[in-house]
């Protein structure tokens, strides 16, 4: 219904910035709750932030609260993540996903089971 390509990773130093792109294709993207993933080496997928249809509706997890920011143009088919002041500890593989609305308890969604589609994903690699 939806294919998604995330771009914008690459190596940066501690304290710096990286805006992450995902471009959507197929089924418009007004349709969808979008969200970013990130998994490091080793670790188990974990939640970054969600946005709602029409991007009223944001939501972070704590480690990032204040340093990323989520946004999505439905025009442009493309969700972004602004990420400042980046620490080592954001080192990981950064995926991009989509769930369509139909059967979602809220207008945003922190759980990965909850999202249907996603993207190749991403590297960010933050150096000390």
């Known amino acids: 219904q939806v294919q998604l390509v995330e771009s914008g990773g690459g190596l940066v130093q501690a304290g710096g910035s990286l805006r992450l792109s995902c471009a959507a294709s197929?089924?418009?993207?007004?349709?969808?709750?979008m969200g970013w993933f990130r998994q490091a080496p080793g670790k188990e997928r974990e939640f970054v932030s969600t946005?709602?249809?029409?991007?009223?509706?944001?939501s972070y997890t704590d480690s990032v609260k204040g340093r990323f920011t989520i946004s999505r143009d439905n025009a442009k088919n493309t969700v972004y993540l602004q990420m400042n002041s980046l620490k080592p500890e954001d080192t990981a593989v950064y995926y991009c996903a989509a769930a369509l609305s139909e059967g979602l308890r809220s207008v945003v969604s922190r759980l990965s089971g909850e999202y249907g589609y996603w993207g190749q994903g991403t590297q960010v690699t933050v150096s000390s």
């Open positions: 946005i709602s249809r029409n991007s009223g509706i944001k």
């Open positions: 197929g089924r418009t993207l007004s349709s969808y709750v």
